[in-house]
């Protein structure tokens, strides 16, 4: 795993369940998409950087 890429489980906006694998994405879910359940070790797609 790349120490620079976001993965949805270690995204604070990411409200999942590791065991399950499955998870709401909150950034997609506040723009109204409708796939926003994201897999656990889905690469962030929204821009979000944890280092701000």
Same mark, same amino acid.
């Given at each position: %795993? !790349?120490? !620079?890429?976001?993965?949805?489980? !270690?995204?604070? %906006? ?11 994405? +909150?950034?997609?879910? %506040?723009?109204?998409? #409708? !796939?926003?359940?994201?897999? +656990? ?8 950087? +944890?280092? #701000?």
């Amino acid at each position: %795993m !790349n120490k !620079n890429i976001l993965y949805c489980k !270690n995204c604070p %906006m990411w409200y999942g369940d590791i065991d399950e694998k499955l998870g709401p994405c +909150s950034i997609k879910h %506040m723009r109204g998409k #409708v !796939n926003y359940i994201t897999y +656990s070790r889905h690469q962030c797609d929204e821009g979000f950087n +944890s280092e #701000v």
